[in-house]
Nanobody, 121 residues
Framework: VQLVESGGDSVQAGGSLRLTCDAIGYPYNSDNCMAWFRQAPGKEREGVAAIYTPGGNTYYADSVKGRFTISKDNAKNTLYLQMNSLKPEDTAMYYC???????????????WGQGTQVTVS
């Protein structure tokens, strides 16, 4: 299983970005939970958003509710994070994670990507 993130960039406050995570080799039709986490320098990794399959239930950190949207294309086995109204405090390395267990925003997932950098100034 390989998780490959893309879409990170440097943007001004108030701008938008869409992150993508390609889940290569992950059984797309199995029960699973996929999520986005982020980690800023000197801070702990924190959960941003998670989505369950099947069902499509989503969960968000309070700090991003109403601004970020997590979604998944099951046919492509691709995870997305649409980020709007970005703030400087959103600056971090963003990681994609996947697991067969429904872990929500707890950072104990079995599979992780290498991360994509988001910088908001």
């Amino acid at each position: 299983v390989q998780l490959v993130e893309s879409g990170g960039d440097s943007v001004q406050a108030g701008g938008s970005l869409r992150l993508t995570c390609d889940a290569i080799g992950y059984p797309y039709n199995s029960d699973n939970c996929m999520a986005w986490f982020r980690q800023a320098p000197g801070k702990e990794r924190e959960g941003v958003a998670a989505i369950y399959t099947p069902g499509g239930n989503t969960y968000y950190a309070d700090s991003v509710k109403g601004r970020f949207t997590i979604s998944k294309d099951n046919a492509k086995n691709t995870l997305y994070l649409q980020m709007n109204s970005l703030k400087p405090e959103d600056t971090a390395m963003y990681y994609c994670a996947a697991d067969s267990r429904r872990l929500g925003l707890v950072p104990v997932y079995g599979h992780w990507g290498q991360g994509t950098q988001v910088t908001v100034s």
